[in-house]
C-alpha cells in the first residue's frame, strides 16, 4: 500500500472535504496516540469513506503504512474477509533482524499473495475454537510487525461474526503501533463490538459519528460541483430535498453538471423542482443507466447482480461479451458515475446504488442473469462457495439446484459454528417449491438441530410442527422429530407443551439409545417444568443413565451426567459440588465448549436458586468464556441475565434495572429466558418502585407461566408478589400468593425451593399473633430440607421460626433466631436479603426497647442505599423515625436513590418540596402551573412511599450534600 504521500487527490473540486474539520482532528489524534481504535459511524451516503480518505491522504499518516479492507455484503459473509483482503496489500514484510513468530504460519494458506514471506503453517488443530484462536493471534502478530500502521475496515456492519470476535480480540490485544479505523453504517444497528470497544485496554474508541451537513455546508458541497455561488433560496431548497446527505446532494447535482440547469440552478430555486427527492437516487441511477447502450447497460445489470465490486472475468462468461467490450462498458459506465475504480476493481458508488440498478433489471433478466452467474462460477476456476451458489440458483427460481446448494451452505455454516446462517439457508431450502417429502424430513432434522443451537426456533417450530402432522414417518424419524420440537417448544418459552412432546417422543426413540438418553436427560431437569414431582426427574435421571449405557456414547453418558448434577443442586444436595467439579475438570467437558457452556450456566442459575451466589459467579464466569470462545449466540441473552441475577442477589445494582428492562424487550430472542428476566425487572421495581410497576410484572410473569406450565418463575414470582404486598401492609394479599406459591412447591416435592414462600407465608400468618397453620408449616419444610445445604433455605427456615417464636412472645428466641438468619445470609453474600434480615432484626430490637436495634436499622439503610432501593430506604426511615433512631444527616456513604424512580422534573419538584416550599412558590420557581406542580409532589410521594413531605425529605437527604 503506498505511503500518503503516494496518495493522490481528486481532482473533482466536490472531493475537497466540506466540514467535517472536527472529526478528521478525532481520527489525527488517532493516530497520533497509537495504539488507537477509531470507529466511523453514519447512515448511508453520509461520508464516511470520504472522511476516511481524506484522513488518509494527510500529514497525519505520514510514515505509517496503510492497509484497507472491505467488508462484502454476502448472504454468508465471509470469515474474516476485510482483514484477509487488508493482508494481500502487504507486500514485502519489513526487513528485520528478528525471527518472525511462528505462529504467524496460520495465515499462511488463508494469504497465498504473501504465504512465501511467512513461516510454515503450524499443524492444524482438531479444535476449531483454537484454530481460530490461533488465526487471531497470528492476525495481531502481523498488524504488529508492519506497524506503525494504519488499517482500516469498510462497511464494518457487513461483517461475520467471526471478524467481529476478531475485532474484540484486538481490542484487547492491540499492537502498539497500530490505529484501527472501523467504517459502519448506523441504520444497521448497535454492532456487536461496541462493548469490547468500550473496554479495550488502550482505552476506549474514538467514536466519530457523522450526521448531515448543515444548510451552509450543502450550500458550500453544491457550489463546488456546480463551479458557482449558490444563493441562500436555492440552498435551502436543495437541504430541504437532499436532507444535507452529501451523496445524495452530488447525485442530485452531477447530473446536471454537463447540461443547462448547471447555469439556472445557481440562480432559480425552481429549477430543483423537477427532482422527485424522496425517490431522487433511485430517479438519477436510472437515467445514468439509460444512457448506456445496450450492452453497456446488460454488463451493468450483470455487475449489480454480482454485487458491489465487479469480475471481469466473470461478466465476461455471463453476458458472452469478450474483455474488451467489458472494460469499455466498465468505463462508459465509471464516466457517468455509476462505478468508480477502487484498488484496480470497478465497483458501485455506493450499496444503494447497486440496489437501484438490481431493481431497475426486469425481472425475467434478473434470473436469467443469476442463472448465468451460477453456472459460470460452477464452471470457472477453483471452487465457488455453496452460499453463493444457493443465493444465485434461488434468485434463478431454480429450486432444485437451490435446495442442493443450500444444505450443502448449511452443512458449511454448521462446520464453522455459525447456526444461525446454517438455519437461515435451511428454511429457505424448506420453502422452496417441490422438495420431495424425504428431502423436507431431512432438512427439517438438521433446521431443527441448527434452530436448538441457534436463534431460528420461532421460525423452526411451525415447520417441524407441520412435518409431525401431515407426513406418515418412521418410528426413529417421528421420535427425532417430535424431540426437537419439544425442545424447541421449550426453547420458546412454552415449558408445559415441550415436555409433553419430548415425553411423546420417547417410545419412537426406544431403539435409539442415544436419542433416548438426551430426551431423558431433558425431561429429569426439574426447573421448567410444574406438575412433575422431584420423584418423576430422578426416576427420568436415572432411565437416561441406562440408556447412555446403552448407547455405548460417552457425549450422552456425559450430557447425562451433566444433569444429574443439576438435579442434586436444585435440590441442595451438598454431593453435587464434587459432580460438577469432576464434570469441569474432565476431558469430555473441556473439549465440547457448547455443552460446558450450557452446563455451566444452568449449574449457575441453580446456585443462585440454592442461595450460593459465590459459585454462580464463578459458573458464570466460565460460561461466558466458553460461550464466547464457542460463539455461541443462542446463549448471549442467557449470559446477560444470568449476569444480571448474580448482580441482583450481591447486591450490585449500579444501572442493573436499565439493563434488566432492556432484556425483556422486543429484541428478546429466547422466548425461555424471557419470564425470568421479567421476573428480576419486576423484583428491582419491588425495591426502587414504583410498586405498582412491579405488581404488574408479576401479575404478568405469574399468568403466562400458569399458562406455559413453567415452575421455577411461577413459584418466585408468587413469592415476589406476596412480599410486596406485605410491604404494602396488605396481610391477606400475601397469605394468597404465598399459600399458592407453597403449594407448588409442595408439589414438586422440593423443599429448597420453598425458602422464599414459606418464610413469606409465615410472617403473613403471624402478623397478628401465634398460627397453628404457620407452626406445622414451619416443620413441614424443616422436614423438607433434611440433608440439603443451601444458605437461602436455612436462612429462611431461621426467619420462620423467629416469626413463630416472635408471635409467641419468646422475643429473645426470635432475636437469636434472627441473627442466626442475619448471618447465613451475610456469609453467603447474599446482600439484598441481608439487609433485609437486619431491617426485620432492627424493628424487632426497636419493639423490645433494645439498643442495638438502631444500629440494626441504620445498617439496613445504608445497604438498600448502596443498591438505591428508594421503596426500602423509604420503609426504613419510617420504621427509624417511629423509633426515635436518628436518621443520618446528610446520608453519609449513600448514592442517589431516586435516578431509577423520579423524572429529573419530579427531581427537582421534590427536592424543593422537601426544603419547605410550597407548591406555589415551587410552581414559581420552575416557571410551571400550581396544578403541576400538585402532579408532581403526588406523584413522587407515591413512587417513593412515602406519606407526607415530611418523609419525603428523608428520602432526599443525599441530594442535599
Not at 734 to 741: N, Q, S, W, Y
Not at 892 to 919: C, D, F, Y
Request: hydrophobic share 45%; proline share 5%; glycine share 8%.
Amino acid at each position: 500500500m503506498p505511503l500518503p504521500s503516494q496518495v493522490s487527490h481528486a481532482e473533482d473540486p466536490a472531493d475537497s472535504l466540506v466540514g467535517r474539520r472536527e472529526e478528521l482532528a478525532v481520527l489525527q489524534a488517532a493516530i497520533a496516540a497509537q495504539p488507537s481504535l477509531a470507529l466511523v459511524e453514519g447512515e448511508a451516503g453520509i461520508g464516511k469513506s470520504r472522511l476516511v480518505r481524506e484522513l488518509l491522504a494527510s500529514p497525519a499518516v505520514v510514515g505509517r503504512r496503510i492497509l484497507v479492507g472491505q467488508c462484502e455484503q454476502l448472504q454468508e459473509p465471509l470469515p474474516l474477509s476485510p482483514l484477509l483482503d487488508a493482508f494481500r496489500q502487504v507486500g514485502n514484510l519489513p526487513a528485520g533482524a528478528e525471527v518472525l513468530n511462528p505462529v504467524l504460519g496460520a495465515l499462511a494458506p488463508l494469504v497465498p499473495e504473501i504465504a512465501s514471506q511467512l513461516p510454515p503453517p503450524p499443524p492444524a488443530l482438531t479444535d476449531q475454537g483454537a484454530e481460530r484462536h490461533r488465526v487471531f493471534r497470528a492476525a495481531v502478530a502481523l498488524l504488529d510487525r508492519l506497524g506503525p500502521l494504519v488499517l482500516v475496515l469498510e462497511d464494518v456492519h457487513w461483517a461475520d461474526t467471526v471478524t467481529f470476535d476478531f475485532l474484540a480480540f484486538l481490542a484487547a490485544h492491540l499492537p502498539p503501533r497500530l490505529t484501527a479505523i472501523l467504517v459502519a453504517r448506523t441504520e444497521t444497528g448497535r454492532l456487536p463490538i461496541r462493548e469490547a470497544l468500550a473496554r479495550a485496554p488502550s482505552g476506549a474508541a474514538r467514536v466519530v459519528g457523522l450526521s448531515p451537513l448543515n444548510r451552509p455546508e450543502v450550500a458550500q458541497l453544491a457550489g463546488r460541483i456546480l463551479h458557482a455561488d449558490l444563493s441562500p433560496e436555492v440552498a435551502d431548497r436543495l437541504y430541504d430535498r437532499t436532507g444535507g446527505i452529501p451523496f445524495v446532494v452530488e447525485e442530485v447535482l452531477r447530473t446536471f453538471v454537463e447540461g443547462p440547469a448547471a447555469r439556472t440552478i445557481p440562480a432559480r430555486p425552481e429549477a430543483l423542482d423537477d427532482l422527485a427527492v424522496p425517490v431522487v437516487l433511485r430517479d438519477v441511477i436510472v437515467q445514468r443507466l439509460l444512457t448506456l447502450d445496450d450492452d453497456a447497460r446488460q454488463v451493468v445489470n450483470a455487475a449489480a447482480v454480482l454485487g458491489l465490486v465487479t469480475d471481469d472475468r466473470l461478466l465476461a462468461e455471463v453476458t458472452e461479451h469478450d474483455a474488451g467490450e467489458i472494460a469499455r462498458s466498465l468505463a462508459r459506465a465509471q464516466a457517468l458515475g455509476l462505478l468508480h475504480d477502487k484498488g484496480g476493481h470497478s465497483c458501485f458508488r455506493h450499496a444503494l446504488a447497486q440496489q437501484v440498478v438490481y431493481e431497475a433489471v426486469p425481472a425475467a433478466e434478473r434470473r436469467w442473469l443469476h442463472l448465468r452467474t451460477a453456472r459460470a462460477l460452477e464452471a470457472g476456476a477453483g471452487a465457488p462457495t455453496a452460499a453463493r451458489l444457493a443465493h444465485h440458483y434461488r434468485l434463478a427460481g431454480r429450486h432444485q439446484e437451490f435446495v442442493v446448494h443450500a444444505e450443502a451452505a448449511a452443512e458449511a455454516a454448521l462446520a464453522h459454528g455459525n447456526d444461525a446462517t446454517a438455519a437461515r439457508f435451511l428454511l429457505e431450502a424448506l420453502e422452496a417449491q417441490g422438495v420431495p417429502q424425504p428431502d423436507r424430513v431431512r432438512l427439517a432434522l438438521k433446521l431443527g438441530r441448527a434452530a436448538v443451537d441457534g436463534l431460528a426456533h420461532t421460525e423452526a417450530l411451525p415447520i417441524v410442527h407441520g412435518l409431525l402432522v401431515t407426513e406418515q414417518l418412521p418410528a426413529a424419524v417421528r421420535g427425532e422429530l417430535r424431540f426437537t420440537h419439544g425442545r424447541l417448544l421449550r426453547q420458546s418459552g412454552d415449558a408445559r407443551a415441550g415436555y409433553l412432546e419430548i415425553g411423546n417422543a420417547l417410545a419412537d426413540l426406544a431403539d435409539e439409545p442415544a436419542l433416548l438418553g438426551r430426551a431423558l436427560a431433558v425431561l429429569a431437569a426439574p426447573e421448567t417444568v410444574t406438575d412433575r414431582h422431584m420423584r418423576e426427574h430422578v426416576a427420568r435421571c436415572d432411565e437416561a443413565a441406562a440408556a447412555a449405557l446403552r448407547s455405548g456414547d460417552r457425549s450422552v453418558d456425559v450430557a447425562v451426567r451433566i444433569t444429574r448434577a443439576g438435579l442434586m443442586l436444585e435440590q441442595g444436595r451438598p454431593e453435587s459440588w464434587p459432580l460438577i467439579d469432576d464434570l469441569l475438570g474432565g476431558d469430555e467437558l473441556r473439549t465440547s465448549y457448547r455443552e460446558r457452556a450450557r452446563a455451566c450456566l444452568n449449574w449457575a442459575q441453580a446456585a443462585l436458586h440454592i442461595g450460593r451466589p459465590d459459585r454462580a459467579e464463578a459458573l458464570l464466569a466460565e460460561g461466558r468464556r466458553v460461550s464466547e470462545q464457542a460463539d455461541y449466540l443462542r446463549l448471549t441473552e442467557v449470559v446477560d441475565l444470568v449476569a444480571a441475577a448474580v448482580d441482583h442477589a450481591a447486591g450490585r445494582w449500579d444501572g442493573l434495572l436499565d439493563s434488566v428492562r432492556r432484556m425483556g424487550g422486543a429484541d428478546a430472542t429466547f422466548g425461555a429466558a424471557s419470564l425470568d428476566s421479567r421476573l428480576l425487572h419486576g423484583s428491582l421495581l419491588a425495591a426502587v418502585g414504583p410498586a405498582e410497576e412491579a405488581a404488574a410484572r408479576f401479575s404478568e410473569v405469574i399468568a403466562v407461566a400458569e399458562r406455559v406450565g413453567a415452575v421455577w418463575p411461577l413459584i418466585a414470582a408468587r413469592t415476589a408478589m406476596a412480599q410486596l404486598l406485605l410491604t404494602m401492609d396488605d396481610a391477606v394479599g400475601a397469605v394468597d400468593h404465598a399459600r399458592a406459591a407453597v403449594a407448588d412447591v409442595r408439589a414438586k416435592g422440593n423443599w429448597v425451593w420453598g425458602a422464599a414462600p414459606v418464610a413469606c407465608l409465615v410472617e403473613a400468618l403471624t402478623v397478628r399473633g401465634p398460627d397453628s397453620e404457620a407452626a406445622a408449616l414451619v416443620d413441614e419444610f424443616a422436614a423438607g430440607l433434611d440433608g440439603t445445604n443451601s444458605p437461602r433455605a436455612q436462612a429462611a427456615l431461621l426467619t420462620a421460626r423467629g416469626a413463630l417464636a416472635s408471635a409467641h412472645d419468646r422475643g429473645d428466641d426470635a432475636e437469636a433466631l434472627f441473627g442466626q438468619a442475619r448471618q447465613v445470609l451475610m456469609d453467603a453474600g447474599l446482600r439484598y436479603d441481608e439487609a433485609q434480615a437486619a431491617e426485620r432484626l432492627g424493628r424487632l430490637r426497636c419493639e423490645r426497647g433494645a439498643a442495638r436495634g438502631g444500629p440494626d436499622l441504620e445498617a439496613a439503610l445504608r445497604s438498600y442505599g448502596a443498591m438505591t432501593a428508594s421503596r426500602d430506604i423509604a420503609r426504613v426511615c419510617r420504621s427509624m423515625r417511629q423509633f426515635g433512631v436518628p436518621i443520618p444527616y446528610p446520608w453519609r456513604g449513600g448514592r442517589r436513590s431516586l435516578g431509577q424512580t423520579l423524572s429529573p422534573k419530579e427531581h427537582r419538584v421534590a427536592a424543593l418540596a422537601a426544603s419547605g416550599k410550597t407548591n406555589q412558590e415551587i410552581a414559581t420557581e420552575l416557571f410551571l402551573s400550581r396544578r403541576t406542580v400538585e402532579s408532581h409532589v403526588s406523584s413522587t410521594l407515591r413512587k417513593l412511599g412515602c406519606g407526607s413531605r415530611k418523609e419525603l425529605a428523608a428520602m432526599l437527604l443525599d441530594i442535599a450534600e
